[in-house]
């Protein structure tokens, strides 16, 4: 699927954007367009039909003049049908295929950019700028179609068949239809006030109501019902205060409209009818009527476009909103780098620093290090120490600003992450789990693979057997998140997912640490044969986690402090023997 071009330039216009968005459709936008026109040709013709009608009456001209102008009519009514399926079918089809590219390019925009990013960035916000943004942006356009296009096409077949037929009149209308329309747009102001203040209680009035929910434990430990039910009691009182002011508000504009619509056309109509009597403009009894509808026409027109005005603002926001992702220059760049075929697992930390934006101090100061590939090392160190920001350099999730990694004798800045991956496997503290079965969630993104690899993997992660105990196996859903596994069963899958993969860098990232006793223990026996010949990162607390490492990292404030196996560590003395003594399991 192609992904669009940057949807803007700052120095287009809005309308510029939306057009860009439609780039691959634009003739089915077109088609629309001019479908529509046929289709509604019978709402700016009526007028003029009936005039001819009328004048027909009056002047008692021949009878087939009837039938001519009702055969048109006719034909006018019954193109309706196919044309406005034909319209509908090309409308469709530009929306929904801008749609799916605009919500592709977002999804392709989300792979691309730093996890620096999404560090800053609000998951709820990212999915709405997919769901509802997206969507927003399809009704906008929707109604400018259904409603914007009936506007103008009225606009233009009222003043264009005026102009033709009657141009004295033109400038009345050019005069008496922006009033009319000024005049219930301001009315519209003070009703939007009272809509504005009415939903901004009603949302209070939501708010309180979800408190009160959550409070009722410790309201009715306390006896402090009462209390709750005035706080409730004054809510609900302003609530219906805003509301009977709306409903006052809503009554005066609605009968104020009817009254200022009909003034406006009767004053149409007479002026029509006194400048026909007094022959100051040559116009017919059919003209007369055409033109009062045509004046009835242009106000709706004119108020129908005004009314868009706040759906449209709302979608020109959604593109704005969607150009902050789709323009982002926060971008993991991997394009034109070296790809990696195969990894051993050899690393080299050479004098790392790193800092994170607007923090006082490094996260890692002057960072040394080399590992062999099959090396097991331990990261430790209290809270901030600096462990975590060792693994995002590892995965490359961040860049050093100093110093550099290399793997297997490549420096990390200069090859493309995304073939390095490949070869990375992350258990983390929580397991990442989606809504499918057991197989899928082992197999994901590695293609198809035999059930015996499946079971193989399965067993070295101590699951099989918990697995075999499920209605359907290994092709058993597991629910949101895993929801119907235990915290040990989640993990023992995600340590099947690495396994399966056959990785040459695992990374642990506390993957006992929420575990009990006797699921840690499933758990460290699977990791042990996940470790084998791989080189191995791990973060934990939990001493049995770390005490069988090749070599402990001891970190303080950024700093390396200390290095040695379990052992050499604890004979020392040093910061490692104060980090756990007094706890015998974790430190």
């Known amino acids: 699927m192609s992904i669009p071009k940057r949807i803007s330039d700052k120095k287009k216009t809005e309308f510029y954007s ?33 005039a001819n009608v009328i004048d027909l009456v009056v002047t008692h001209q021949r009878i087939s003049e009837l039938w001519w102008n009702a055969v048109i009519l006719a034909l006018l ?58 969507e927003s942006i399809v009704e906008m356009v929707r109604q400018m179609f259904d409603g914007g296009l009936s506007a103008i096409f009225n606009l233009l077949g009222a003043v264009v068949i005026t102009a033709i037929r009657v141009p004295k009149f033109l400038p009345f209308f050019l005069i008496m239809v922006p009033i009319s329309a000024a005049l219930i747009s301001s009315m519209r102001k003070r009703l939007f006030a009272h809509n504005s203040r009415f939903r901004k209680e009603i949302e209070k009035m939501s708010a309180r109501v979800n408190e009160m929910t959550h409070l009722l434990p410790i309201t009715r430990a306390h006896g402090l019902e009462t209390n709750e039910l005035e706080f409730m009691e004054s809510t609900l009182a302003k609530v219906k205060v805003a ?39 040559p116009i017919t009894a059919g003209d007369v009527v055409m033109l009062t509808g045509y004046f009835t026409s242009l106000t709706n027109a004119v108020m129908s476009l005004v009314n868009l005005i706040p759906n449209i603002s ?42 994170y934006p607007e923090a006082r101090f490094p996260a890692i100061r002057n ?39 290399l793997i297997d004798g490549h420096d990390m800045n200069e090859i493309d992450l995304r073939t390095y991956r490949r070869f990375i496997s992350v258990v983390p503290q929580e397991s990442i789990l ?38 359907e196996g290994i092709d058993t859903p597991i629910g949101e998140h895993g929801a119907k596994l235990s915290g040990g069963e989640k993990q023992r899958l995600s340590i099947a997912r690495a396994l399966i993969r056959n990785p040459k860098v695992l990374i642990l990232d506390e993957a006992t ?34 005490q069988n490492a090749d070599r402990i990292v001891v970190l303080d404030q950024g700093n390396i402090v200390e290095i040695g196996n379990h052992k050499e560590l604890m004979a020392k003395k040093g910061v490692y023997f104060r980090l756990q003594s007094g706890n015998a399991t974790s430190i």
Not at 115 to 129: D, E, P, V
Not at 375 to 385: C, D, T, W, Y
């Open 18 to 50: 939306l057009w860009s968005l439609f780039e691959k459709d634009r003739w089915h936008i077109l088609a629309a367009i001019g479908i529509f026109f046929i289709k509604h040709s019978p709402v700016w013709l009526m007028p003029l039909l009936t």
């Open 513 to 546: 640490s929420a575990l009990d006793i006797e699921s840690e223990k499933l758990i460290q026996e699977s990791l042990s044969r996940l470790m084998k010949d791989r080189t191995t990162f791990i973060v934990a607390h939990r001493l049995s986690t770390i």
């Open 314 to 355: 709302k979608g020109f926001e959604s593109i704005q909103s969607i150009e902050e992702i789709l323009q982002s220059e926060e971008l993991e760049k991997n394009d034109g780098k070296l790809k990696i075929e195969k990894v051993n697992g050899d690393f080299i930390f050479d004098r790392i620093n790193f800092i």
């Open 243 to 281: 509301g009977l002011e709306l409903d006052n508000t809503n009554a005066i504009f609605g009968s104020l409209s009817w009254v200022i619509y009909n003034i406006f056309n009767v004053i149409c109509l007479i002026s029509a009818v006194a400048l026909s009597y007094y022959k100051i403009i």
């Open 367 to 405: 960072f040394s290090l080399s590992v062999n590939a099959g090396e097991s090392i331990a990261l430790v160190g209290h809270s901030g120490a600096g462990k975590s920001t060792i693994i995002n350099l590892i995965i490359g999730f961040i860049r050093p600003d100093n110093g550099r990694i």
């Open 434 to 471: 989606f809504e499918d079965t057991i197989r899928e969630n082992i197999c994901y993104g590695i293609g198809a693979i035999s059930e015996k690899d499946v079971e193989t993997a399965l067993r070295d992660a101590n699951a099989w057997e918990f697995v075999q105990q499920l209605p």
């Open 77 to 134: 009514l019954a193109q309706n049908i196919p044309m406005h399926v034909a319209y509908m079918k090309q409308l469709s089809i530009a929306l929904r295929r801008m749609e799916t590219r605009l919500r592709f390019a977002l999804s392709n925009q989300f792979q691309k950019l730093s996890m620096g990013f999404y560090t800053r960035a609000s998951a709820g916000i990212l999915q709405n700028k997919v769901v509802r943004d997206v």
